[in-house]
């Protein structure tokens, strides 16, 4: 169902943070103008860029989320897919999401909701332990962005029963 829906989607030039192995790109890209996945690791982007090859508007780049070394204003939306989770500076990180969007561009974070569970999350290289709403919703003001809605929208059935926040907001 998902699927049928993105064709209703115009998501123009986007940039996903921490985009992995590109698994989110290969959905949108067909609906973007331009898609810039940007991730820290050079094994990581070097599989995203074999799974986007088929896509001419995307590009896969290996940067540091917390110093992009992208233009100002040069996007309309910027997907941060639990990437915070691996920012040494979460704050920063956002912010420079916020710094590349253009005014009225929008943002979309989901994050794990603050825990105690270092144990399973440390073997994963998360550099912290979640946020609750209103630190993240914080964040995101401080980074001049309006916050739209900041909520928990899922719980893990199964422990440590992590949740999942998401956070939308737009550039002011």
């Known amino acids: 169902m998902a699927r049928a829906t993105l064709p209703l989607l115009?998501?123009?030039?986007?940039?996903?943070?921490a985009s992995g192995d590109g698994a989110l790109a290969e959905l949108l890209a067909p609906h973007a103008r331009n898609y810039v996945c940007v991730?820290?690791?050079?094994?990581?982007?070097?599989?995203a860029r074999e799974r986007l090859r088929p896509h001419r508007n995307v590009r896969v780049l290996v940067g540091d989320m917390h110093?992009?070394?992208?233009?100002?204003a040069a996007f309309d939306l910027a997907l941060l897919m639990q990437a915070l989770a691996y920012a040494e500076r979460p704050a920063v990180a956002l912010a420079e999401a916020a710094r590349v969007l253009r005014p009225g561009g929008r943002m979309v974070?989901?994050?794990i909701?603050?825990?105690?569970?270092?144990?399973?999350?440390?073997?994963?290289?998360?550099?912290?332990l979640g946020f609750v709403p209103k630190e993240l919703a914080k964040m995101a003001e401080k980074a001049k962005l309006r916050?739209?809605?900041?909520?928990?929208v899922m719980r893990e059935?199964?422990?440590p029963h992590f949740e999942v926040?998401?956070?939308?907001?737009?550039r002011k």
């Open 165 to 170: 926040l998401v956070l939308h907001a737009v």
């Open 157 to 159: 059935k199964r422990p």
């Open 109 to 111: 974070v989901t994050a």
């Open 39 to 47: 991730d820290a690791s050079e094994r990581v982007a070097a599989d």
């Open 147 to 152: 916050v739209a809605s900041c909520e928990p």
């Open 67 to 72: 110093a992009l070394d992208l233009a100002d």
């Open 10 to 17: 115009a998501p123009g030039d986007v940039i996903d943070v």
């Open 113 to 128: 909701a603050r825990h105690e569970h270092r144990d399973v999350v440390g073997p994963y290289g998360h550099a912290n």
